[in-house]
């Protein structure tokens, strides 16, 4: 029971995020492309058509599609992982860190579904690649994988903020107050997802701004909780 319980928050995240899409889908409200602030910080350049551009000029830039498709394919492995660790060494800090992933989740999606906003890849096809479908095409797994990789039904209209950007940020922040060197690997982690996201052309830099900002409010929201009950659970403790 108290693992059932324990865990029921990255449960209710899986389940949330398919419940999303299918509100988001009610709702229809027209998706934006946030690449005018892309170029606005960036004096007119757009980062991901730089990456790709400066990638393909190498030799081995399959070699880099392919291991920044690994990447960001640890999306949901990553908090399990971080989550995993925690829960065998501090089981406070592993419901602070659930908690803070459902908080984080609860204000993306309700930003998807009021303010949806579309990938690069997607909202600019003639210019930015899709790499990540180049390199399962190019993987040799079976034609039946590659179809039900295309043609899954997922919210396509939820770039901003990037969950990707923010995910190994609480990661990195709940594993930096257990131990210094593991929230090091996992802050250096952070910096090469958010590289890897704008490359791929799923996310602008501006989603990645955005998951960082969601990411750091979720996490003053629950500590903020966290201190207050304790404070109150403090006070209401016998002398």
């Known amino acids: 029971m108290v693992l059932v319980r324990g865990w029921a928050p990255f449960v209710l995240l899986l389940v949330a995020y398919e419940a999303m899409r299918d509100v988001a889908s009610v709702v229809g409200m027209p998706a934006h492309d946030l690449a005018r602030f892309d170029r606005a910080l960036f004096d007119g350049y757009q980062p ?3 990456l790709q551009a400066a990638v393909g000029k190498l030799a081995d830039a399959d070699l880099f599609e392919d291991l920044g498709s690994a990447v960001y ?7 399990v992982a971080v989550g995993a660790w925690l829960w065998m060494t501090d089981r406070s800090a592993f419901r602070i860190f659930g908690l803070t992933l459902v908080v984080l989740c609860a204000l993306a999606f309700a930003t998807y579904v009021i303010a949806p906003t579309t990938p690069p890849w997607l909202a600019e096809p003639g210019t930015v690649r899709h790499l990540i479908e180049g390199t399962i095409q190019r993987s040799g797994v079976p034609a039946s994988v590659v179809w039900l ?5 997922y ?3 939820a ?19 257990q131990s210094r060197k593991v ?10 997802v958010w590289v890897v996201v704008v490359y791929l ?3 602008y830099v501006t989603d990645v701004i955005g998951g ?10 629950v500590r903020a909780l966290s201190a207050r009950l304790g404070a109150a659970a403090t006070r209401q403790s016998p002398a």
Do not use: K
Not at 183 to 192: D, E, M, Q, S, T
């Open 48 to 50: 991901t058509l730089v």
């Open 73 to 79: 394919l640890t999306h949901f492995l990553l908090p």
């Open 149 to 153: 990789y295309s043609h899954h039904d």
């Open 155 to 157: 919210n396509l209209y």
């Open 159 to 177: 770039a901003f903020p990037s969950l990707h950007a923010g995910f190994p940020v609480v990661a990195a922040a709940a594993a930096w107050r």
């Open 183 to 192: 929230g090091i690997v996992l802050w250096l982690w952070a910096v090469i």
């Open 201 to 203: 052309g799923e996310h």
């Open 212 to 221: 960082v900002a969601y990411a750091t409010i979720a996490i003053v929201i």
